[in-house]
């Protein structure tokens, strides 16, 4: 049962808050609710009834974590081979009702996530998971281990990412969607397996980006996805363009040159 070594939370008495554990101010805890002993929650952080936070996990400000969702369990990984593997999670983040995040694998290593995400009902994420922020993934999506997913990235429901791909900043993926290659910034990517559509002109709009940032990156599709050259070729032609310092170039370049398992083709 929950005790009253936190008096600046709300503590529902069914909750159960093991020894160790560090609440901080204005947190919420509802009905039968768990907390395990190595576990951080921030100010104002609220858990539904249900809710489970185990492991060495350390939750940020303000999130919040709707019923039956699991954080911070151990991971899926046969390799795990003991130790102390956890979970970060920043400021704001929102995890609906059934949604599971577990730990990293190694000892000391982290699953992280970032800031102003928003995780809809049963998605997974799995261990060494890197998320940035304002992320929305859609209901029953899920990411294999080590999947990185850039700031501002759509995930649509029911869509999976093999493990070790990247998602780049702005992109999106459809729903019913299979990712088993890395998806380039500001693309649209669907299918089963996942090609790219085209950019996310519409995300990018509501983002802020001005008309001459969209051309940018309407021409860097066209040179990797349209015009026939090989990678190699498109990111050459593109590293040679008069404008290719600006950001959206840039990362789009950078973002290519770092793929290990190789960039989605275009449809």
């Not at 070594?5 to 204005?26: K, L």
């Not at 609220?46 to 151990?74: N, W």
Request: aromatic share 6%.
């Amino acid at each position: 049962m929950a005790t009253n070594n936190h008096p600046a939370a709300r503590i529902h008495p069914t909750a159960v808050i093991e020894p160790g554990a560090e609440i901080g101010a204005g947190v919420e805890i509802g009905a039968y609710a768990y907390v395990g002993g190595d576990a951080r929650i921030g100010d104002r952080t609220r858990l539904h009834h249900h809710a489970c936070v185990e492991g060495r996990t350390r939750i940020g400000r303000e999130c919040e974590i709707f019923p039956f969702s699991s954080i911070g369990a151990k991971t899926q990984d046969l390799k795990y081979n003991g130790g102390a593997p956890g979970v970060r999670i920043g400021d704001r983040n929102v995890f609906r009702e059934y949604v599971t995040v577990h730990a990293a694998t190694a000892d000391g290593d982290f699953t992280v996530i970032g800031d102003d995400n928003h995780i809809l009902a049963y998605c997974h994420i799995a261990h060494d998971c890197r998320l940035g922020s304002h992320i929305i993934m859609s209901s029953y999506a899920g990411l294999a281990g080590h999947v990185t997913v850039e700031n501002h990235v759509t995930i649509g429901a029911n869509a999976g990412v093999h493990q070790f791909c990247r998602m780049g900043a702005y992109a999106m993926l459809g729903g019913l969607s299979k990712i088993v290659q890395d998806v380039a910034p500001f693309m649209i990517a669907d299918g089963n397996p996942a090609v790219i559509r085209s950019i996310n002109r519409i995300g990018l709009e509501r983002k802020g980006f001005a008309a001459g940032q969209i051309e940018r990156i309407k021409l860097v599709h066209r040179l990797l996805f349209r015009d026939g050259l090989n990678r190699t070729q498109a990111l050459e032609k593109i590293a040679a363009h008069p404008q290719a310092g600006s950001a959206e170039m840039r990362d789009i370049l950078e973002f290519a040159r770092k793929s290990e398992r190789g960039l989605a083709p275009g449809a």
